[in-house]
């Protein structure tokens, strides 16, 4: 009979009470064994309705509960104190993303999860759906690439709200947040360009003071002569997720749980769609991150594979104040 590992979940935002606890009870690799928070009034209610014990402090819930592995769901200004927690106790982590707000940090991460000799799984759910993962077959049918096109939006009541509004503490705005994803798969297919250049606005709010965009466009480059945009927005509806991959012999289109190869007049020619999960079930994330502690399987979102994503965010970052292309691989730790 397999052990169930146990988990516990540290941040009880939204993305926790929506995915990871949901998750936790569908998985069959893990049980939740404790909660944490900085809010005592949350905790209570999460704790009382699931039936484990609640804590403010990650160092004492660590030393009380011993999981096998943390879900850390915080703001990300606050992510790296839970990893050297955990890097310390020799506790796994899967980690919300991002994996880091900068470079610098990424860097820190990895060496603290190495030296500690942890395993670390960041939370890109598409790298676990198989409509993209086997989007990469098809992406091969197209020729070499010398197009791309991605957006990312949808609408945020008050993109200035909270944290999320403040450059300084979430590491930039809709890119480093939402963005994410789409990088995420901008690098998993493609690479790391050679040369980026982004603008980004805050204007969507004009009422608010913020300085963490709601809006970024990125042009990408690479030498091999492969050229495209990113647009991001968490100001502008409808609820929009796209990427298209252009190449001599057609296209690859990527929506919300769809792939579909196109020739190069527009027709279909093959099509990948998964129904009704989107964009992929938590259990099946948790599940894989046990896999992984067991050794069955391997970690393909840990942090050598998100040590780019810090260095393409940081490079789009340090554009908008030249506005002049930066070279990603500058900023690689």
């Not at 941040?11 to 009470?17: D, F, I, K, R, S």
């Not at 402090?57 to 879900?71: A, G, H, M, T, W």
């Not at 190069?264 to 992984?292: H, K, M, N, Y």
């Not at 506005?323 to 990603?328: F, H, I, K, T, W």
């Amino acid at each position: 009979m397999t052990v169930r590992k146990r988990a516990v979940v540290v941040g009880l935002g939204g993305q926790a009470t929506g995915d990871h606890l949901p998750g936790l009870a569908e998985c069959r690799l893990a049980e939740l064994v404790g909660v944490c928070d900085v809010d005592p009034d949350r905790i209570a209610l999460v704790a009382d309705r699931h039936h484990v014990p609640g804590f403010t402090d990650i160092e004492q819930l660590l030393k009380s509960v011993r999981p096998d592995f943390v879900i850390i769901a915080v703001p990300h200004h606050s992510g790296r104190e839970v990893v050297k927690a955990c890097a310390g106790a020799g506790v796994h982590v899967l980690k919300e993303k991002p994996f880091a707000t900068d470079p610098h940090e990424a860097a820190d991460l990895a060496m603290l999860c190495e030296k500690a000799e942890i395993e670390l799984m960041v939370t890109v759910q598409r790298r676990f759906h198989p409509v993209y993962a086997g989007a990469l077959a098809l992406l091969e049918r197209i020729g070499d690439p010398y197009l791309v096109e991605g957006r990312y939006t949808f609408h945020c009541p008050d993109p200035a709200a909270g944290w999320r509004g403040r450059a300084e503490l979430a590491g930039g705005g809709a890119l480093a947040d939402m963005g994410y994803h789409l990088v995420d798969l901008l690098l998993w297919y493609l690479g790391l360009p050679d040369r980026v250049l982004a603008g980004i606005s805050t204007a969507a709010a004009p009422e608010s003071e913020y300085d963490a965009e709601d809006t970024a466009l990125v042009h990408v480059a690479y030498d091999r002569g492969l050229y495209g945009s990113l647009l991001v927005s968490r100001s502008t509806g409808p609820k929009t997720e796209h990427l298209a991959i252009t190449g001599p012999h057609g296209t690859l289109a990527i929506e919300r749980g769809t792939a579909r190869l196109l020739a190069p007049g527009g027709q279909v020619v093959e099509s990948l769609l998964r129904e009704p999960a989107w964009p992929c079930p938590p259990a099946t994330v948790i599940d894989r991150f046990c896999r992984v502690l067991d050794g069955t399987a391997t970690n393909p979102s840990g942090p050598a594979e998100h040590l780019p994503h810090a260095a393409f965010l940081a490079a789009a970052y340090a554009s908008t104040a030249t506005n002049q292309p930066a070279d990603p691989k500058e900023y690689l730790p």
